[in-house]
Structure formats: C-alpha cells, structure tokens
C-alpha cells in the first residue's frame, strides 16, 4: 500500500501590514522530504511517517513547506510557487490508495485564498473521490466549507502551548490506516461556533479549555467514533471564514458525527463567558509597576500585542520608548528585529556605542523608526539568526535580523544573557513558553500594542462574519452546520 504525505503551514496575520514571502519557508521537495526529516522531527508530519510506515505502508513524499516564523498575510507569488511544487510532486504519482497530509488551518494569501481548502479541494480533483484524504491540523485552525467537503478525516492538537503535533500527525494517519486495512468508511461531521479567541485565553492545562478537552475525551471513548476536535480559529485573522468548530469523524455513522459535534459545539458556546486571560493581563504601565512590587526576579511581562510567533512583525517599539522614559533599569527586552541595525552594530563593534534607528514607532506602517543609542554588548548567531544584545539607557536589548519566536531559552543565552540578572524579563511572545517557565519567578501578560493584540473586542474586524463572540453580544443562537 501506498499513502501521499506532504506538510504546508503558516499561520497568517491580516492585521500585519507585511506580506509573507517564499525566503520565509524552507522548503523542501520529493525525496529531499525524507531525507531531511530531522527538520520537523516534533511535527505531526512526522507521527504520520512513523505510523503508515509501522503499518508497512509506502510512503509518498510531496512537499513540506516549514514557515521559519509565522507573519502577514502569504504572498500571491509564494503561494502559487508552493501549490505548484506540491501538484507537481503529487501528479508524478500514479498508483496509491490514501492521502495524509500536516496543514495549519490557518494559512491565508493576500488574495484571502483559504490555502487548506485550496489545496484539499484541488488534491480532491486530482486523486478522485475514492481516494481518502486525512488530515492532521493545528489546533488554531479555521476550518472551511471546502476543507470539510475535500477530506474524510480531519484532527486537531488538543495541547496549546503545542506539544502534541506528533502524537495529532498519528491520529491523522491512524484513521487512513482504519479505512486501508479495517476498511472502515469515514464520515465526518461539524459545526461552526461564532467565536473569537486568543491562544493566551485558551491554554489548554487551564480552564475552561481543560474541561473542554475532557468532553472530545468522553466523546472518543463512544463506540464508532474515531477523534473529535476543537479547532480554535485564529483571532488575527480577518477573513470570513474565521470561526471556532467542532469536529467529529465517525466509522461511518453520520447521525452520531452530527450529534456529538453537535453536542460539543453546545458545550464550548456554555461557556464562552470563562475565556479569561490564562496569565494575569495588565495595561503596560500596570504590569511594569505590580512586577517592580514583587521580591523575587525576574518577572516576566510578556510584550503580547507584537508576538511574531502568532504574525506579528516584532518591531514595534511602544513599549521600550515607555521602558526608556520611565527609567525602568535591569530589564531585558526583545527581540526587535531590525536586520539593517544588526548589521550597523556589528559593524561598529562589541564595547562601542553608536545612534541607530531601529524598528517601528507604533502599528502605522508609516510612523517609522525610532532613534536609540545603543551600546554593543554581545553578538551571536544562533542557528541562522544574527543578533546583538545592546544596553539602551540601562535596559537590555536583543536585536535580531529575522523574527526570532521566543521559545528557545538556548538562544538567548548564547548571547552571554543570564535571565537572573534582571528584574524584569520582557519578551515579544504569546502565552511563555514551557521551557521559559523555570526560569520567571512570576508571569504577567502587557496588553501592548501591535498585531497581534489581545483586546480583540477593540479590534475593528471588517470581514469576520458577523455577528461574532465577543465583539458582539450573542446569547440563543443556531449553529451553523458545515456543508
Ligand atoms: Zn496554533
């Protein structure tokens, strides 16, 4: 038996002015596929290799296209380039029996293409409706019409941060393998739930997406359910498809998928009022102070409004002109990414102070750099990103030349950084990464300004379909069910 596996993800902000580029993905074709799968050996790519491959099965590489950070809206050009490569990989394929592919759910062009119903749709006209496609998807995923329609199978992760990517991949292959060898029919069900939410309200070790969690558990323990999911949608997207859904996929009863989805739809809407902040969330003034209060450091104040890691362009540098004018000292602050100030830093050398214009004043496009004088500290590259650790009026600063997600601690060390000499650790992120929390003696988000802000009730939505959760009041309403 034979299964075509392939791998294209971003998740794309349309509230970030900067469009996504192909230098930002690696990307790799055919064999290469297998060849470097050390390069998302935790994805869920991965668990769908390892399982049809347990289950002596063929596998047929497509593409994998591994955003190197998540950013604006994708390029017409790179997308076109990407679907291109995969159809052409999949078209040299003539004999298989399944399809199993890892994709985000929430990957958007600048023509507002839905890239998973893109793909799913243009895969299902190739391979024929007898072919079954399963999918494995992030758990931020806005699920479309068109993805329902093109797949038999779709799963979600159930862990935000994400820490089972392989174990959702082996779902996703799991249920291919049902359908190959048991022979078992898949049939799919789901509704879409008017909501908006943050990862940083929706940590799922925390209430109430924890109890959420326990009801697709109880679900999947029914008799002919397969999985089900929660996918979450993604709030920085402004597109009408966005929405929160529930998923059920079933051995071939429809009846129990649409009940069950259903169900969990009803559920998740119960408690749309719990969705508080997982960490305490301050103005920026507020957090600052309440951490200056506490007696054990450091305190992490995460900068959430400019985290590239959920598309925002982590230049914006509101918070340490704030930083700067208060006075504030032993804080560490970054990334900014600025790749020309890299470059000007280094240039002058480790020890030396020079004035630089570095990131973006505000979240207007145009309202340009700001100046700083920065004194080099420190330079390092760390995998393929150059940065420099400055010291800007007291305040640490890392600048990098890309986007760095902040979910590395070895990063920031290998810039000489020792975490326990500050005060206040203020990082460009979302949620704090797991690996991060041994190290803060107390966590608070910023509600700082940038794309990724976390007020969305502020947020001045064009496109989301309306009425929405909870930009506006909604109480009794009618799901609606995908078709
Ligand atoms: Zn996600």
């Given at each position: 038996?034979?299964?075509?596996?392939?791998?294209?993800?971003?998740?794309?902000?349309?509230?970030?002015?900067?469009?996504?580029?192909?230098?930002?993905?690696?990307?790799?074709?055919?064999?290469?596929?297998?060849?470097?799968?050390?390069?998302?050996?935790?994805?869920?790519?991965?668990?769908?290799?390892?399982?049809?491959?347990?289950?002596?099965?063929?596998?047929?590489?497509?593409?994998?296209?591994?955003?190197?950070?998540?950013?604006?809206?994708?390029?017409?050009e790179?997308?076109?380039?990407?679907?291109?490569?995969?159809?052409?990989?999949l078209?040299?394929?003539?004999?298989?029996?399944?399809?199993?592919?890892?994709?985000?759910?929430?990957?958007?062009?600048?023509?507002?293409?839905?890239?998973?119903?893109?793909?799913?749709?243009?895969?299902?006209?190739?391979?024929?409706?007898?072919?079954?496609?399963?999918?494995?998807?992030?758990?931020?995923?806005?699920?479309?019409?068109?993805?329902?329609?093109?797949?038999?199978?779709?799963?979600?992760?159930?862990?935000?941060?994400?820490?089972?990517?392989?174990?959702?991949?082996?779902?996703?292959?799991?249920?291919?393998?049902?359908?190959?060898?048991?022979?078992?029919?898949?049939?799919?069900?789901?509704?879409?739930?008017?909501?908006?939410?943050?990862?940083?309200?929706?940590?799922?070790?925390?209430?109430?997406?924890?109890?959420?969690?326990?009801?697709?558990e109880?679900?999947?323990?029914?008799?002919?359910?397969?999985?089900?999911?929660?996918?979450?949608?993604?709030?920085?997207?402004?597109?009408?498809?966005?929405?929160?859904?529930?998923?059920?996929?079933?051995?071939?009863?429809?009846?129990?998928?649409?009940?069950?989805?259903?169900?969990?739809?009803?559920?998740f809407?119960?408690?749309r009022y719990?969705?508080?902040?997982?960490?305490?969330?301050?103005?920026?003034?507020?957090?600052?102070?309440?951490?200056?209060?506490?007696?054990?450091?450091p305190?992490?104040?995460?900068?959430?409004?400019?985290?590239?890691?959920?598309?925002?362009?982590?230049?914006?540098?509101?918070?340490?002109?704030?930083?700067?004018?208060?006075?504030?000292?032993?804080?560490?602050?970054?990334?900014?990414?600025?790749?020309?100030?890299?470059?000007?830093?280094?240039?002058?050398?480790?020890?030396?102070?020079?004035?630089?214009?570095?990131?973006?004043?505000?979240?207007?496009?145009?309202?340009?750099?700001?100046?700083?004088?920065?004194k080099?500290?420190?330079?390092?590259?760390?995998?393929?990103?150059?940065?420099?650790?400055?010291?800007?009026?007291?305040?640490?600063?890392?600048?990098?030349?890309?986007?760095?997600?902040?979910?590395?601690?070895?990063?920031?060390?290998?810039?000489?950084?020792?975490?326990?000499?500050?005060?206040?650790v203020?990082?460009?992120?979302?949620?704090?990464?797991p690996?991060?929390?041994?190290?803060a003696?107390?966590?608070?988000?910023?509600?700082?300004?940038?794309?990724?802000?976390?007020?969305?009730?502020?947020?001045?939505?064009?496109?989301?379909?309306?009425?929405?959760?909870?930009?506006?009041?909604?109480?009794?309403?009618?799901?609606?069910?995908?078709?």
């Amino acid at each position: 038996m034979k299964v075509i596996v392939g791998l294209l993800h971003h998740e794309s902000n349309s509230f970030n002015p900067e469009l996504t580029g192909l230098d930002e993905f690696i990307v790799l074709k055919g064999k290469e596929v297998i060849e470097k799968s050390r390069l998302y050996e935790r994805a869920s790519l991965k668990g769908i290799i390892d399982t049809l491959t347990k289950n002596n099965i063929e596998i047929l590489p497509t593409i994998v296209a591994l955003p190197t950070s998540e950013g604006g809206l994708v390029k017409r050009e790179a997308y076109e380039y990407l679907k291109d490569a995969y159809i052409h990989e999949l078209k040299k394929y003539k004999n298989y029996d399944g399809v199993c592919l890892d994709l985000h759910g929430s990957m958007t062009t600048e023509d507002l293409i839905d890239v998973e119903g893109d793909i799913l749709s243009e895969t299902r006209k190739i391979v024929g409706k007898d072919i079954p496609i399963t999918v494995s998807l992030d758990m931020h995923a806005m699920v479309t019409d068109k993805m329902m329609k093109n797949a038999n199978g779709l799963v979600s992760y159930r862990t935000a941060p994400h820490i089972d990517k392989y174990e959702t991949g082996v779902r996703a292959a799991t249920m291919l393998v049902k359908v190959l060898k048991e022979k078992i029919e898949l049939t799919m069900e789901g509704y879409k739930i008017p909501f908006l939410v943050s990862g940083e309200r929706s940590e799922t070790d925390k209430y109430p997406m924890n109890e959420l969690l326990k009801k697709i558990e109880e679900v999947d323990k029914e008799e002919k359910v397969i999985y089900s999911s929660y996918c979450l949608g993604f709030p920085w997207a402004d597109v009408e498809f966005n929405t929160v859904s529930s998923i059920v996929v079933t051995q071939g009863d429809r009846k129990l998928a649409d009940k069950k989805a259903r169900y969990l739809a009803e559920e998740f809407w119960k408690k749309r009022y719990d969705f508080k902040f997982t960490t305490p969330a301050y103005s920026l003034e507020e957090a600052l102070k309440l951490a200056m209060k506490e007696k054990e450091f450091p305190v992490f104040v995460i900068d959430s409004g400019d985290n590239p890691g959920a598309g925002s362009n982590q230049k914006i540098v509101e918070p340490l002109i704030y930083l700067k004018e208060h006075g504030y000292k032993e804080v560490l602050y970054g990334s900014v990414c600025d790749e020309e100030a890299v470059e000007k830093l280094i240039k002058e050398g480790v020890g030396k102070q020079k004035k630089v214009l570095l990131g973006q004043k505000n979240t207007d496009p145009n309202s340009g750099k700001v100046e700083f004088i920065c004194k080099v500290k420190n330079v390092n590259k760390y995998e393929d990103v150059t940065s420099v650790l400055v010291d800007i009026n007291g305040i640490d600063v890392i600048i990098s030349d890309k986007k760095v997600v902040m979910t590395e601690p070895e990063f920031v060390f290998s810039l000489g950084i020792k975490l326990e000499d500050y005060k206040i650790v203020m990082f460009k992120s979302g949620y704090l990464d797991p690996k991060y929390k041994p190290y803060a003696k107390k966590i608070m988000l910023a509600l700082t300004p940038g794309y990724t802000f976390q007020e969305l009730e502020k947020i001045p939505y064009k496109r989301v379909k309306r009425p929405i959760f909870p930009v506006d009041r909604m109480d009794e309403i009618e799901f609606e069910k995908y078709n």
